[in-house]
Each structure stands twice: as C-alpha cells, then as structure tokens.
C-alpha cells in the first residue's frame, strides 16, 4: 500500500518546462515525442513548452513542420506552449502569425524560472 502511494505521489505531481530555443527539426520532432509520450504514460501531467531564440519557428503557421501537432497538442489542457515576447520583437513576429493556442509570456527566460520556482522540472530541448 505504501508502494501505491508513492507511486501516486509522483504521478500527481509531474510537472515539466522544456526549454526550446533550437530551429532543427530533430530537436522539433523530439519535443512533439516527448509530449506524446509523456502524455500517455502519465495523463495527469502538466507540460509546457517555452520557446525563444532560433526556437520560434515551431510555433509561427506555415514556418513549423509539426504544425498539426503543436495545434493537436494544444487541445489538451494540460500542455501549454508559451513564446517570448522579447523574442517575437526582435524577430518581428506578430501574434497573428502564431498557431492559434500558443500563448506570449513576457520573457521565456524569466518564465522558466519562475516554472522551476514553483517546482516543475526543467528539460533543455537538444541532441
């Protein structure tokens, strides 16, 4: 019974911030893999996904190769994609141009670690 207790304790509280900075498309095919799995292993999961930098491609319509899955993925309410304001300024990249459900949060950076305060876990997207 203690067994099924912890077991409870660490699924009830699996919370992960991916940090995605990266334009390659492995790196893009990676993280859509690593939703999904995590997803089917552990329903109950809060995921989100903060991209910045080379990154941005992911979340812009027409530029993304996993388009359709970042729009599927966002269907679940416990998966947020999240895209740095400073990085779209610097890109010029308007909210028009995200795929529809990716929110803007004001500094990737400072909503990473904000995530890592309230005790997510933390995972860098990279091969």
């Given amino acids: ?19 995605m900075t990266s334009r390659d498309s492995v790196n893009q095919q990676s993280i859509i893999r690593e939703l999904g799995l995590i997803r089917e292993s552990n329903p109950n999961a809060k995921l989100e996904v903060v991209v910045y930098g080379q990154g941005l491609d992911l979340v812009i319509k ?34 028009e141009q995200l795929i529809p459900g990716v929110e803007i949060v004001p500094d990737g950076i400072y909503e990473i670690i904000s995530k890592q305060q309230e005790g997510w876990g933390y995972i860098k997207v990279a091969h």
């Fill in 62 to 95: 027409g530029r993304s190769s996993q388009e359709s899955n970042v729009a599927r993925l966002l269907t679940d309410k416990d998966i947020s994609f999240k895209v740095c304001a400073i990085a779209m300024k610097r890109t010029n990249i308007s909210k």
């Fill in 1 to 19: 019974m203690l067994a099924m207790l912890f077991v409870q304790a660490q699924t009830s509280n699996y919370k992960v911030v991916f940090d």
